[in-house]
C-alpha cells in the first residue's frame, strides 16, 4: 500500500519561498507519476504540478509555470515541489497524490494514493 507524507508548509510573504516534500513508502515508483495539488478554502482541488517519477517528465498548471518547479530524489522515495514569487493566491492545503503513469494526471480522481496535506499561507 502507498503511503504518502507532506511536508514543508508553512507562512511566507507575498514574493517568498517554500519547498514542500513528500516522502514515499509502500512500492517501488518507477511506473508511477507523482503530483501536486491544491484546495482553497470553497474551491475544489486542483492541478499544480506532476512529475513522471521514470523518466522524469514534468508538466505545470499554467498559473504556476515558471514559478514551481517539481522535482524527485529516486533514492530518497521522494517528491519536492519548489514554490517561488508566491502570492496570496497560492495560499491553499497543498496535497501530493500518486497514480500509474498512464493516463491524464490533471484530475484528482485518477489518483489513487493521496497524502494528508500541508498548509501553505502567503501574505499580502
Known amino acids: 500500500q502507498v503511503q504518502l507524507v507532506e511536508s514543508g508548509g508553512g507562512l511566507v510573504q507575498a514574493g517568498g519561498s517554500l519547498r514542500l516534500s513528500c516522502a514515499a513508502s509502500?512500492?517501488?515508483?518507477?511506473?508511477?507519476?507523482m503530483g501536486w495539488f491544491r484546495q482553497a478554502p470553497g474551491k475544489e482541488r486542483e492541478f499544480v504540478a506532476a512529475?513522471?517519477?521514470?523518466?522524469?517528465?514534468?508538466d505545470y498548471a499554467d498559473s504556476v509555470k515558471g514559478r514551481f518547479t517539481i522535482s524527485r530524489d529516486i533514492a530518497k522515495n521522494t517528491a519536492y515541489l519548489q514554490m517561488n514569487s508566491l502570492n496570496p493566491e497560492d495560499t491553499a492545503v497543498y496535497y501530493c497524490?500518486?497514480?500509474?503513469?498512464?493516463?491524464?494526471?490533471?484530475?484528482?480522481?485518477?489518483?489513487?494514493?493521496w497524502g494528508q496535506g500541508t498548509q501553505v499561507t502567503v501574505s499580502s
Open positions: 512529475i513522471i517519477w521514470g523518466s522524469g517528465s514534468t
Open positions: 497524490a500518486a497514480k500509474h503513469y498512464s493516463g491524464s494526471y490533471y484530475y484528482p480522481t485518477t489518483y489513487g494514493s
Open positions: 509502500g512500492r517501488t515508483f518507477t511506473s508511477y507519476a
